[in-house]
């Protein structure tokens, strides 16, 4: 069963002509591109396509006159036709904490954010969006509040792991000692809602002779789109993640609205099935800690009872505030009594540490800068009236 998403009611972006961008494709992609194009003779193209991807993949070059073992005539060939570019990161902000946000424009109209988070995994990971806008409209998180814009390209999704890169100087591909270790797709959007872009790009990304992240380092996030999970593992291998954030129906529904389609009972038997699902491949549950909520000690012992069975942790996610929001963040007090109940139970249940606030770069917080921009101005106009 698939699952079909609504786009009729996106803002349409006229797109002009362009080059394609060799950058984004599967390797697949990339040969059958090369032929296309008129570059490469069929019988030489997976062997080229090899040569492009060691250098766009291994060492980040974004220019073709850099591929050193490829013939003069060629290289000059695919600067006609295609591109190795990058997109035009619009604003770059550090967190005191050493967070990184960047504010990335792929098209006109067409923003996202994407976070390094330093110290995160085995040395820090880097939260991607998988789709500009979001149509889910959980309410604690202000990306919700962003309408869709569209999905993002599986080229769209490895641009941000590239310019993550450019900024940390992580070419060529670190074995060791890298800074950006894993990959969360846990910025704007729902990746389920774009599960072929989203499976295309970690192809990409999880290439071992190019970004050369392990599969089991990469994460995907969702709110619980039961149709596609199993595809999601059959085809990614990803580590799988659950916005789940309540322990009853009644609850959930107000707070991430798609439970009224996907109900807990039906969301926990898919979890259930999860491909690989084991010890050593355990679902991360997200619960964020909204006071007098879903804080209390009954609703721990809820969330005990509800994830027996499931070889699982528990991310307890403190509120990050944003203007507008009617919640408040539990005391540390309640999270820490929150978290005691789950480990008692057997449970890691880490407290994560507010990450990047200052920049609006924290969980729940990440929203196009073009979207708020045009919320600031709309307000003016109010007020002015």
Same mark, same amino acid.
């Given at each position: 069963?698939?699952?079909?998403?609504?786009?009729?009611?996106?803002?349409?972006?006229?797109?002009?002509?362009?080059?394609?961008?060799?950058?984004? /494709?599967?390797?697949?992609? *990339?040969?059958?591109?090369?032929?296309?194009? @008129? !570059? &490469?003779?069929? %019988? #030489?193209?997976? /062997?080229?396509?090899?040569? *492009?991807?060691?250098?766009?993949?291994?060492? @980040? !070059? &974004?220019?073709? %006159? #850099?591929?050193?073992?490829?013939?003069?005539?060629?290289?000059?060939?695919?600067?006609?036709?295609?591109?190795?570019?990058?997109?035009?990161?619009?604003?770059?902000?550090?967190?005191?904490?050493?967070?990184?946000?960047?504010?990335?424009?792929?098209?006109?109209?067409?923003?996202?954010?994407?976070?390094?988070?330093?110290?995160?995994?085995?040395?820090?990971?880097?939260?991607?969006?998988?789709?500009?806008?979001?149509?889910?409209?959980?309410?604690?998180?202000?990306?919700?509040?962003?309408?869709?814009?569209?999905?993002?390209?599986?080229?769209?999704?490895?641009?941000?792991?590239?310019?993550?890169?450019?900024?940390?100087?992580?070419?060529?591909?670190?074995?060791?000692?890298?800074?950006?270790?894993?990959?969360?797709?846990?910025?704007?959007?729902?990746?389920?809602?774009?599960?072929?872009?989203?499976?295309?790009?970690?192809?990409?990304?999880?290439?071992?002779?190019?970004?050369?992240?392990?599969?089991?380092?990469?994460?995907?996030?969702?709110?619980?789109?039961?149709?596609?999970?199993?595809?999601?593992?059959?085809?990614?291998?990803?580590?799988?993640?659950?916005?789940?954030?309540?322990?009853?129906?009644?609850?959930?529904?107000?707070?991430?609205?798609?439970?009224?389609?996907?109900?807990?009972?039906?969301?926990?038997?898919?979890?259930?099935?999860?491909?690989?699902?084991?010890?050593?491949?355990?679902?991360?549950?997200?619960?964020?800690?909204?006071?007098?909520?879903?804080?209390?000690?009954?609703?721990?012992?809820?969330?005990?009872?509800?994830?027996?069975?499931?070889?699982?942790?528990?991310?307890?996610?403190?509120?990050?505030?944003?203007?507008?929001?009617?919640?408040?963040?539990?005391?540390?007090?309640?999270?820490?009594?929150?978290?005691?109940?789950?480990?008692?139970?057997?449970?890691?249940?880490?407290?994560?540490?507010?990450?990047?606030?200052?920049?609006?770069?924290?969980?729940?917080?990440?929203?196009?800068?073009?979207?708020?921009?045009?919320?600031?101005?709309?307000?003016?106009?109010?007020?002015?009236?």
């Amino acid at each position: 069963m698939g699952v079909t998403l609504d786009l009729s009611r996106a803002a349409a972006q006229p797109l002009a002509a362009q080059k394609p961008n060799l950058s984004g /494709m599967t390797r697949a992609e *990339l040969a059958a591109c090369l032929v296309e194009l @008129g !570059v &490469v003779r069929p %019988e #030489k193209a997976k /062997m080229r396509a090899s040569q *492009l991807w060691r250098w766009m993949h291994h060492y @980040g !070059v &974004v220019e073709f %006159e #850099k591929m050193t073992d490829v013939a003069k005539e060629t290289r000059a060939a695919l600067a006609e036709v295609c591109t190795i570019s990058r997109p035009e990161v619009v604003e770059r902000q550090v967190s005191k904490d050493g967070t990184r946000k960047w504010l990335i424009r792929m098209a006109p109209g067409i923003e996202v954010e994407t976070v390094y988070i330093p110290d995160v995994g085995r040395a820090g990971a880097l939260c991607v969006s998988s789709q500009v806008g979001c149509t889910l409209n959980c309410t604690f998180c202000h990306t919700g509040t962003q309408a869709l814009v569209r999905n993002l390209t599986a080229a769209e999704i490895v641009a941000q792991v590239q310019v993550a890169r450019d900024d940390l100087g992580e070419w060529p591909s670190p074995k060791e000692d890298r800074r950006l270790s894993n990959i969360v797709f846990m910025g704007m959007g729902e990746p389920l809602y774009n599960l072929d872009n989203v499976a295309a790009a970690i192809d990409i990304i999880a290439d071992n002779e190019g970004i050369a992240i392990s599969r089991r380092r990469i994460t995907v996030s969702t709110s619980g789109v039961v149709p596609q999970l199993k595809d999601l593992g059959e085809r990614t291998q990803a580590m799988l993640a659950i916005s789940l954030h309540a322990t009853n129906d009644e609850l959930r529904e107000k707070l991430v609205p798609l439970n009224r389609k996907y109900p807990i009972a039906e969301l926990m038997d898919a979890i259930r099935a999860y491909p690989g699902l084991s010890n050593s491949k355990r679902v991360t549950f997200e619960y964020v800690m909204l006071k007098g909520v879903n804080d209390s000690p009954a609703e721990a012992k809820a969330l005990v009872q509800l994830l027996k069975g499931i070889p699982a942790k528990i991310n307890l996610i403190p509120f990050n505030p944003w203007p507008g929001s009617e919640y408040q963040c539990s005391d540390w007090g309640t999270i820490e009594r929150f978290a005691a109940v789950l480990n008692r139970a057997g449970y890691a249940s880490p407290i994560r540490t507010p990450r990047g606030r200052d920049i609006l770069a924290a969980c729940g917080q990440l929203k196009s800068e073009s979207e708020k921009l045009r919320a600031s101005a709309r307000r003016k106009i109010e007020q002015a009236g």
